[in-house]
C-alpha cells in the first residue's frame, strides 16, 4: 500500500506518468550496479526477517529515485508513506510520522536535503535506536522522554548529497547514486512505455526519442506522450523518425536534448560574462530563473556534455559549448578540437 503524505499546495503526479512506472526490480532498466546491490540487500534483509537498513538515493532529478523507493517497498511487501522534507515544518510533525509507523514500514522523503535542521534531529536517535527523544512541556517545566517506535526503513531521496549534514548521512547504511541512463537503457525504456500508450513506434523513431531525453526516463515519458498528441492530431498511425523530428523541433528540443533555457544559458555565460566564470546567483537573475532550477534541472546535464563546468569562481562555458553555439571562441585550446558526442 502506498500512502502520500502532501501538502495541498503540491502537485500530485499526472496518473498516466505515474502508470508508466515499473514496479518490480527485474522490470527495473539501467542502473545495473545499484540494481544489483539493491536486490542483495533486499533478500539479505528478508531471510532475516529484518527491516531494510536506512536507504539515500542521489541524483539529478527524473532518473528514478521515487520509482525505486516504491519498488523496493513492494519487493520488501511493506506499506510506504510518501511525503517531501519541505512540508516537514515543526518536529512534532516528524515525531507524529515516525511513531505511526507499523513494523517494517517504510518512510519516503523527497528532497531530504532540505529538511530543517531541528526537524533533522528527530531522526537521529529514531534511525540509530528506533526511539524518539522529545521534550515535553512548557517553558521551565519541560521534560526530556524517550520513546520506542516500531523498526522501520528510512528512504531519502536528494538531488544535493554537498546540502545534507554529515550527521544524517552517516545514519544511513545503504547509500545509492543515480547517473544519467545510457542510449541503449533509455530505448529499452522508450519501447516499454510505448507500447502501454499504444503508440506504434518503429526502431528509428525510437531511437531518435531516446536520445533528445537527456539521459533522463522522466523527460523520455513526457516526450513520448507530447510526440503522442503530434501524431494524434496528424491521424498518423506508424511513427517515424520524421514525426519525432518534427514534434520536438516544434517543442525547440534539439538533437542533443537541449532545449531553448539550455541555450539561453550558455549563450549568457559566452556573450553577457566572457564565458565565465560566473556565480550562479548572478546567472539566475540573468535569466529570470531560480537558482534551485539551474543547478538541479540545467546544469548536471550541460556538465555532463562537456559544455559548462563548475569551478569554485562560478560556472564557464567550455570549448565546445562555443562549438555547439556557433560561436568563435577568443580563447581557443586544444579541448577545442573535441567532437560532440551523446552518452
Do not use: C, W
Not at 108 to 124: A, G, T, W
Not at 310 to 331: D, F, V
Request: proline share 4%; net charge positive.
Amino acid at each position: 500500500m502506498i500512502e502520500a503524505i502532501f501538502s495541498k499546495e503540491e502537485k500530485q503526479e499526472d496518473k498516466a506518468l505515474y502508470s508508466l512506472r515499473p514496479e518490480l526490480l527485474s522490470d527495473f532498466v539501467g542502473q545495473v550496479s545499484l540494481k544489483k546491490n539493491i536486490h542483495v540487500y533486499i533478500t539479505a534483509a528478508q531471510k532475516r526477517k529484518e527491516a531494510l537498513d536506512h536507504t539515500l538515493l542521489s541524483g539529478p532529478p527524473g532518473l528514478g529515485k521515487t520509482t525505486l523507493s516504491l519498488i523496493i517497498a513492494k519487493e520488501m511487501k511493506a506499506n510506504v508513506r510518501i511525503t517531501s522534507a519541505p512540508t516537514i515544518e515543526r518536529t512534532g510533525d516528524m515525531a507524529a510520522l515516525l511513531s505511526s509507523l507499523r513494523p517494517k514500514e517504510i518512510l519516503f522523503i523527497d528532497e531530504i536535503h532540505r529538511l530543517k535542521p531541528i526537524v533533522e534531529e528527530v531522526l537521529y536517535s529514531a534511525m540509530e535506536d528506533f526511539k524518539l527523544d522529545l521534550n515535553l512541556g512548557g517553558k521551565g517545566s519541560s521534560r526530556a522522554v524517550r520513546i520506542n517506535i516500531a523498526p522501520f526503513t528510512l528512504i531519502g531521496a536528494t538531488t544535493k548529497p554537498g546540502s545534507m549534514t554529515q550527521p544524517l548521512i552517516s545514519r544511513f547504511g545503504i547509500i545509492g547514486r543515480f547517473n544519467f541512463y545510457h542510449h541503449k537503457d533509455l530505448e529499452s525504456i522508450a519501447r516499454r512505455n510505448a507500447a502501454k500508450l499504444k503508440m506504434n513506434m518503429n526502431a528509428t523513431s525510437i531511437s531518435e526519442i531516446s536520445k533528445r531525453s537527456r539521459g533522463t526516463p522522466r523527460i523520455l515519458n513526457r516526450l513520448l506522450r507530447r510526440v503522442r498528441d503530434f501524431a494524434d492530431v496528424q491521424d498518423v498511425s506508424l511513427i517515424n523518425s520524421d514525426l519525432v523530428s518534427y514534434a520536438l523541433g516544434q517543442m525547440q528540443i534539439d538533437e542533443y536534448g537541449l532545449d531553448d533555457m539550455d541555450r539561453r544559458l550558455l549563450q549568457v555565460i559566452i556573450e553577457h560574462f566572457k564565458g565565465g566564470p560566473v556565480g550562479i546567483e548572478t546567472l539566475s537573475t540573468s535569466l529570470s530563473e531560480d537558482s534551485t532550477s539551474l543547478e538541479e534541472v540545467y546544469e548536471p546535464y550541460l556538465i555532463q556534455l562537456g559544455f559548462l563546468k563548475r569551478t569554485r569562481q562560478g560556472r564557464m562555458a567550455t570549448p565546445l559549448s562555443y562549438k555547439y553555439l556557433k560561436i568563435e571562441n577568443p580563447k581557443p585550446s586544444d579541448d577545442d578540437s573535441s567532437s560532440l558526442n551523446l552518452f
